[in-house]
Structures are given as C-alpha cells and as structure tokens.
C-alpha cells in the first residue's frame, strides 16, 4: 500500500476546545479536544492505519512490519521516526514554556528534543502568540522575573493572523495564546518545560508542574532569530522541509509529484475535499484528514480543492 490515511490519538489538555471536533470531525472522549496527534510514532499518542488491510495498526507497527525503507534513505540517520505533526485548539492560552535540544533531552530525558513550526490555519481577531524575548536578558534576571510573576514583560507578543508561520527553534520560549487553530509540525518529541503557566490548576486540584531549573538551562535568552532561509519552503531544517499545497479547484485544481526513495511525503489536509491517487490507488480526503505516502510510491496526484502542509525529510 502506498497511501495511507491516518486516525489521531487526541488530548483533552485544560487548554483546548471543541473547534477540532466541530469544524474538522476529529473524535473526542473527554470534555474538550487540546491536540489531535496526526503524523506520530510516538508512544504517549500514536496514529493509526485507517484504510486498506493494515487498518488499526499503528503507524509504527506498519513500519516494523512493512520494513524502514517505507520512510525513505534520507530517515536512515534517525534512530526513530524523526517527526510529529498536531493540530492544536487554543481555546485558551497555553503555558509560557520551552523545549530543549537534542543533547540536553537525549541526557536529561532519553528522547529527542524540539524545534518545530507553526502553521496558523485560523485566527479570532485579536489573537496573539509569544514568540522569544524582546531583547537580550541575564539568566539572574529571567530566573527573578520567573519568580516575581514578571516573565510577560520581556516576552516578545506577536499579533496572529490567518496563514502566519513561525519556526520555533529548541530553546526559544514561547506559547500559543488563546483563540488560534494551529497545525504543528515538530520532531518526534513530547519534552515539553513549563515556564509559567497563569497559576491553573490541573485535574487533581493542584497547579500544574512548572520545570524552572531545565528551563533556565536550556532557555536561548536573546531574542529569537528572524530569517527568511526556509525559502522556497515555509519550513526547512534537519528534521523536516514543509511545503504549502493550494488547489482553488479552478484554476488550479490538480497537483502532481513524484515519492523517490528518498523520503515519504506526509499531507496534511487543512480545509478542502478531493482525491490522492498513486500506483493505480485512491483515496479521498477531506478537511482535518492527514495522509501518508511511503517513500518510493512514485508518481502521485492531488485533486479538488485542498489547502494543505506537505512535509517530507531533506537530505
């Protein structure tokens, strides 16, 4: 099988909403729907096969099965499949947190760190994002300003719109602010170090673990770098290269390409309808869906109408 359509493992984070079950028909068991783990290997929320005969398997037990060379030679240096791609409902905001490298999470951790980007699919007027500080600070001054509830004051606040990107490099700190949609594509890890987080509580009546003392080391303390390198690609680094793919179904309304050997090709479906064919298969797909093609699938088509983030891994 060369195209495969992909079921999430959702979270139901104090944070999130309904907008991921309402607007993208994602499955929710508990009072609201934070994340929806769409393109994972990993074991706190995998994915799973959703057609064909491998269907109700994990996306990892259809590796093992089917063998590594299904993510292509340029995955052979990762040790694990090296990426995780959500959807993520903002219904508030999230916690000012950061993620480590990977030689801080692989010591302290023993699993990879995180640098990731972030697609914004949709924006409620007004919404805002933290993104990095708005000038350089000593590590006495952010430890004190963690303590004194004064952390917001040096963080750089980044109104949001419809279609924005921001590549958040391991070690910038950050959060999503309340009443954004957003469609993450990170490395496949779930290390994540709360900084300060509105003094909420969590399930069991008590307020949520804040990690300082991982924060203070890992923490990039300058403002965050603004680089246009990615281009042509909306994101491009060691870990992943993600591409934008827009068919209006009018004047353009079928996209084709070839899988090498080199890298599956994951499609992420943010709004549309339509067909995926390759190697005489088709599958339809529809807003939310999230595909994976494997590498060495050859030729494929896109058609319909499709707003969507393709990945794949670079050389």
């Given at each position: 099988m060369a195209i495969l359509k992909l079921k999430p493992s959702g979270k139901d984070y104090i944070w999130g909403g309904h907008k991921l079950v309402d607007n993208?028909?994602?499955?929710?068991?508990?009072?609201?729907?934070?994340?929806?783990?769409?393109?994972?290997?990993?074991?706190?929320?995998?994915?799973?096969?959703?057609?064909?005969?491998?269907?109700?398997?994990?996306?990892?037990?259809?590796?093992?099965?089917?063998?590594?060379?299904?993510?292509?030679?340029?995955?052979?240096?990762?040790?694990?499949?090296?990426?995780?791609?959500?959807?993520?409902?903002?219904?508030?905001?999230?916690?000012?947190?950061?993620?480590?490298?990977?030689?801080?999470?692989?010591?302290?951790?023993?699993?990879?760190?995180?640098?990731?980007?972030?697609?914004?699919?949709?924006?409620?007027?007004?919404?805002?994002?933290?993104h990095g500080l708005k000038k350089e600070i000593s590590k006495d001054e952010f430890a004190k300003r963690i303590e004194e509830d004064t952390l917001l004051e040096v963080l750089n606040k980044v109104p949001v719109h419809k279609g924005d990107v921001f590549f958040i490099e391991a070690g910038t700190i950050h959060a999503i602010g309340k009443g954004l949609i957003i469609a993450e594509i990170q490395q496949n890890s779930n290390v994540t170090y709360r900084v300060y987080d509105y003094g909420r509580v969590g399930k069991d009546g008590k307020k949520r673990e804040l990690h300082i003392e991982k924060a203070l080391d890992v923490t990039n303390r300058a403002p965050a770098k603004k680089d246009g390198s990615h281009y042509p690609h909306i994101a491009d680094c060691d870990y992943f290269t993600v591409d934008k793919l827009n068919l209006d179904g009018k004047t353009f309304n079928k996209m084709e390409g070839t899988v090498s050997e080199k890298s599956f090709l994951s499609i992420l479906v943010l709004d549309g309808e339509g067909e995926i064919t390759s190697n005489g298969e088709r599958v339809s797909y529809k807003k939310g869906d999230s595909i994976f093609l494997t590498a060495g699938s050859g030729e494929y088509s896109v058609e319909g109408v499709c707003d969507a983030l393709i990945t794949t891994i670079r050389e």
């Open positions: 993208y028909g994602k499955e929710m068991t508990g009072d609201r729907l934070a994340e929806t783990w769409e393109l994972s290997c990993h074991p706190d929320g995998p994915s799973f096969v959703a057609n064909g005969e491998d269907a109700g398997k994990t996306l990892r037990q259809y590796i093992e099965e089917h063998g590594k060379n299904v993510l292509g030679t340029n995955c052979e240096r990762f040790e694990d499949f090296p990426i995780l791609t959500k959807f993520i409902d903002a219904q508030d905001n999230l916690s000012i947190q950061v993620h480590p490298d990977n030689e801080y999470a692989l010591k302290n951790e023993g699993q990879y760190g995180k640098t990731e980007m972030w697609y914004v699919v949709d924006a409620e007027e007004g919404a805002y994002l933290y």
